[in-house]
T-cell receptor, first 115, second 109 residues
Framework: NAGVTQTPKFQVLKTGQSMTLQCAQD?????MYWYRQDPGMGLRLIYY???????DKGEVPNGYNVSRLNKREFSLRLESAAPSQTSVYFC??????????????FGPGTRLLVL | EDQVTQSPEALRLQEGESSSLNCSYT??????LFWYRQDPGKGPEFLFT???AGEEKEKERLKATLTKKESFLHITAPKPEDSATYLC??????????FGDGTTLTVKP
């Protein structure tokens, strides 16, 4: 099992450009999440998908959109990148949100620099 | 509003010098408190989940405890390979988590 995979690993964008961050998991998990982590800080939730076909906003959704393509894949799109979106982006998944099943499994991250 | 505060921000220990990391929290309804370890350039890795005050969990040199207001991660006789950032997170509604800013632990040989 590869677990949670993310592409690309690194990306440099110019202000105003768009891009999609890809995330896939092979653990048959129902719930998936996108976080951003700024230097010296913890993770902040951008969007999450409790199950296939549903998505909800997290703490910092402005400037982002998501698509739960199928059970395995959850993508994050930046329509018009801004320097404030320079960060490390982590995707995570859990079997379900139910008690005892909420442990999150994280991908290796995508490092994004917006100039 | 749910809040998680970790202290200290950074901790430097000599190998073998035991200490504790603190995670204090305020939450309307605690569904679980999580500890994760994060190595530089990598995603967080799960360590423990605690659900109720008084609960304790252990793994090698690490022991996590929980009260109604805070959690401690005790590290006994640490080794250099324990150097990492330790993140505390609350699980609240619908499986969403609120993370603290982490404690960066450095263990010198």
């Amino acid at each position: 099992n590869a677990g949670v995979t993310q592409t690309p690993k690194f990306q440099v964008l110019k202000t105003g450009q768009s891009m999609t961050l890809q995330c896939a998991q092979d653990m048959n998990h129902n719930s998936m999440y996108w976080y951003r982590q700024d230097p010296g800080m913890g993770l902040r939730l951008i969007y999450y998908s409790a199950s296939e076909g549903t998505t909800d906003k997290g703490e910092v959704p402005n400037g982002y959109n998501v698509s739960r393509l199928n059970k395995r894949e959850f993508s994050l799109r930046l329509e018009s990148a801004a320097p404030s979106q320079t960060s490390v982006y982590f995707c995570a998944s859990t079997p379900t949100p139910a008690r005892g099943q909420e442990t999150q499994y994280f991908g290796p991250g995508t490092r994004l620099l917006v100039l | 509003e749910d809040q998680v505060t970790q202290s200290p921000e950074a901790l430097r220990l000599q190998e073998g010098e035991s200490s504790s990391l603190n995670c204090s929290y305020t939450v309307s309804g605690l569904r679980g408190l999580f500890w994760y370890r994060q190595d530089p350039g990598k995603g967080p890795e799960f360590l423990f989940t605690l659900y109720s005050a008084g609960e304790e969990k252990e793994k090698e040199r690490l022991k996590a405890t929980l009260t109604k207001k805070e959690s401690f991660l005790h590290i006994t006789a640490p080794k250099p390979e324990d150097s990492a950032t330790y993140l505390c997170a609350l699980n609240t509604n619908a499986g969403k988590s609120t993370f603290g800013d982490g404690t960066t632990l450095t263990v010198k040989p």
